[in-house]
DNA sequence: GACAATTGTTGTCGTCAACAACAATCTTCC
DNA sequence: GGAAGATTGTTGTTGACGACAACAATTGTC
């Protein structure tokens, strides 16, 4: 094998082979520190498994319950507006819906002014799961605030508001 | 329960018909609005969809940068620590590693301290090519700080510190 | 009334996280 | 020294998710 001396000052120098045991910690991340996507998705990750750990006992997770949440604040809107106003394919938006609908906690009802598209409601069992959804929701929020503090966490609610 | 959600818009009334046309922007978010995961996970698909683009003259995805930055500043890892590292499964890394060792971005090297594992190193070519990802990786770093301004972008990096 | 646009749907493709199982190889412990 | 257990890389499967393309039904426009 070919040595190829690296000479783009890495900090640990390891000829070829293995050099030695090295602890995860110890591992620089060079130019990722600096880059703010890779915080946001290793925070993105984090926040989401903890959300659907904590609704685990519901069974919902993050799109399921911003669907949910969108149709509850605003009844009667159409796939394609639930769709757009989340940044859903309505695609997917199809396989979601099929879901909750067959958990009893959505309806689509035919739109009599536009034969096309569905108005989607939440059932009266879907208001009701809804409600302790986002208890439990509330619950995970408290987690988030607990991990970064809560100054940060609404200053970073802050920071993002524009893309929401 | 919490019904009532949005007041710019006193009757939505829709009783199971649709009701009448909705812009997408006066569609209230209701509880997603205090949820720093919705915003969090909106912001993140922006920013890698710019980083994607940026470095879509190269093919260099996000997590791929990631792999090689790591390993080129850290030369004779395993896969393992990698894996750990960066939060990747290391399932996942054999094929982010297959598809960098087709391209001569990297190489694997049987190490002779523990015949199981493999050293990583970038090829002569890696380093090089490596050194324009970053380039083209700092050039989106300052979408983003256009995006969301010098000063929160910052702040962002050092609330999420945390997490790298 | 003809033609373009929209809505919901179905389907495919590729990325990604989460598991499970396996062979080869270390490590530990008796 | 050797059996038992752990680790490393690999292969495979599953499911959530974003992106696209095509289609029928319906609406809007000219």
Redesign the interface.
Same mark, same amino acid.
């Given at each position: 094998?070919t040595a190829?001396a690296?000479q783009?000052s890495?900090? /640990? &120098?390891? @000829?070829?082979?293995?050099?030695?045991r090295?602890d995860?910690d110890e591992?620089?991340?060079?130019?990722?520190?600096?880059?703010?996507?890779?915080?946001?998705?290793?925070?993105?990750?984090?926040?989401?498994q903890d959300?659907i750990k904590t609704l685990g006992e519901v069974d919902i997770r993050?799109t399921q319950y911003?669907v949910l949440?969108?149709i509850?604040?605003?009844?009667?809107?159409?796939q394609m507006?639930?769709a /757009? &106003?989340l @940044?859903i394919e309505r695609a997917r938006l199809v396989h979601l819906l099929d879901s909750l609908e067959q958990r009893k906690l959505v309806k689509r009802?035919?739109?009599?002014?536009?034969r096309r598209?569905h108005?989607l409601?939440l059932t009266a069992q879907g208001?009701?799961a809804?409600?302790k959804f986002?208890r439990l929701?509330a619950e995970?929020?408290r987690h988030?605030e607990e991990k970064?503090g809560k100054a940060?966490?609404e200053?970073?609610?802050q920071?993002?508001?524009?893309?929401?």
């Open positions: 094998m190829s690296t783009t890495p900090r /640990k &120098r390891a @000829g070829n082979g293995a050099a030695r090295i995860a591992i620089g991340l060079d130019a990722l520190v600096g880059h703010a996507g890779y915080a946001v998705r290793r925070f993105q990750i984090w926040i989401f959300f993050p911003s949440t969108v509850g604040a605003n009844p009667g809107l159409s507006a639930v /757009k &106003r @940044g009802i035919k739109s009599k002014l536009d598209s108005a409601h208001e009701t809804l409600a986002k929701a995970h929020e988030v970064i940060n966490r200053q970073l609610l920071i993002l508001a524009g893309f929401t």
